[in-house]
């Protein structure tokens, strides 16, 4: 049973936990709204905050740093879909707090264009879990927007 936007126990079953927080942060990656909090990424994946947070120890990541890492792919996502700067995308209440986030994501915008997804995955600081990222950019990699701006 499959429903629609949200992450169900039987659509992720039988996978390994890594794969099931990878498929968690793409949908909140590929969702209408940011995420900024925990909360946030359940919301939006479906997924309660208890589960995520499971899944985040066993995978010895902490969960402030996975929302951190999908807050970021979020406004890598949004941007080559919409047309803007990445950093445009960022709700960030002091400069501060945004230069270290962009510090630890690597880049989002190189010589005005949106970084590739598997760039950013090679450059963040936040996830150092190897299968994690690469089923994150296999998955976001199904269905990536081309267009890059301002060329």
């Not at 390994?16 to 925990?38: E, S, T, Y």
């Not at 208890?50 to 999908?70: I, M």
């Not at 709700?91 to 949106?114: N, V």
């Amino acid at each position: 049973m499959t429903t629609v936007g949200r992450t169900t126990q039987s659509n992720v079953a039988g996978e390994p936990r890594p794969h099931r927080l990878a498929v968690v942060i793409v949908k909140a990656a590929r969702g209408q709204d940011g995420v900024r909090i925990l909360a946030d990424l359940s919301g939006a994946a479906g997924a309660a905050g208890s589960t995520l947070r499971t899944w985040c120890r066993v995978a010895r990541l902490y969960p402030h740093d996975v929302v951190a890492f999908t807050r970021a792919l979020f406004a890598i996502y949004n941007a080559l879909q919409r047309d803007v700067e990445p950093n445009d995308l960022l709700d960030f209440a002091e400069q501060r707090s945004l230069e270290r986030f962009l510090g630890r994501s690597g880049q989002l915008a190189e010589g005005g264009q949106t970084v590739s997804v598997p760039t950013f995955c090679a450059r963040q600081l936040f996830i150092d879990h190897r299968q994690i990222v690469a089923d994150v950019i296999r998955l976001m990699a199904e269905e990536q927007p081309t267009k890059n701006k301002r060329a």
